[in-house]
T-cell receptor
Framework: EAQVTQNPRYLITVTGKKLTVTCSQNMNHEYMSWYRQDPGLGLRQIYYSMNVEVTDKGDVPEGYKVSRKEKRNFPLILESPSPNQTSLYFC?????????????FGQGTRLTVV | KNEVEQSPQNLTAQEGEFITINCSYSVGISALHWLQQHPGGGIVSLFMLSSGKKKHGRLIATINIQEKHSSLHITASHPRDSAVYICAVRDPGAGSYQLTFGKGTKLSVIP
């Protein structure tokens, strides 16, 4: 089954404690992206990757890091989480092409930073 | 950068009603996506369209490129249709894969 898998689904952590949210896709997609979703603001892009070792900032990259060492995995790293990073996070992937390609989303990770 | 507006923000309907959710965007696009998000759940792609109309079961999506407008229709609505519906657009041009999202429409269908 084609899917994007995020882990964990729920996470409560304390300010300053480094954490990683994993994202994996089994569709051999080149393009992967991380979004955060906040009430009243909708989905905003954090980082994206066009292929292995190719990453770039989205609209709200501050406080986040990513890596793309393998095509299937795109982890999101919070080196020193702060309460303003409490949010619902989504990973997504799609094929590269003309831009007219379907996007697949993970189930989401609800992060609370206290 | 595209600006995406959805209306209404919130919608309550009686079971069986015909529902329309609207999406407008500000500049040309290569594709428009309709997404569904159930409470506590992930995001599922319902439709991707660049012209015309698509139908899947009770759901119909239309797009008018000249008007920069798309609609999502739900016929014979059911309580299981209760969810947030999100419109997202891709900017045109080869190599453009960024999505710009609307803020979503929260639909509640009452039995």
């Amino acid at each position: 089954e084609a899917q994007v898998t995020q882990n964990p689904r729920y996470l409560i952590t304390v300010t300053g404690k480094k954490l990683t949210v994993t994202c994996s896709q089994n569709m051999n997609h080149e393009y992967m992206s991380w979004y955060r979703q906040d009430p009243g603001l909708g989905l905003r892009q954090i980082y994206y990757s066009m292929n292995v070792e190719v990453t770039d900032k989205g609209d709200v990259p501050e406080g986040y890091k990513v890596s793309r060492k393998e095509k299937r995995n795109f982890p999101l790293i919070l080196e020193s989480p702060s309460p303003n990073q409490t949010s619902l996070y989504f990973c997504a992937s799609s094929l590269l092409g003309t831009g007219n390609t379907e996007a697949f989303f993970g189930q989401g990770t609800r992060l609370t930073v206290v | 950068k595209n600006e995406v507006e959805q209306s209404p923000q919130n919608l309550t309907a009686q079971e069986g009603e015909f529902i329309t959710i609207n999406c407008s965007y500000s500049v040309g696009i290569s594709a428009l996506h309709w997404l569904q998000q159930h409470p506590g759940g992930g995001i599922v792609s319902l439709f991707m369209l660049s012209s015309g109309k698509k139908k899947h079961g009770r759901l119909i999506a239309t797009i008018n490129i000249q008007e920069k407008h798309s609609s999502l229709h739900i016929t014979a609505s059911h309580p299981r249709d209760s969810a947030v519906y999100i419109c997202a657009v891709r900017d045109p041009g080869a190599g453009s894969y960024q999505l710009t999202f609307g803020k979503g429409t929260k639909l509640s269908v009452i039995p």
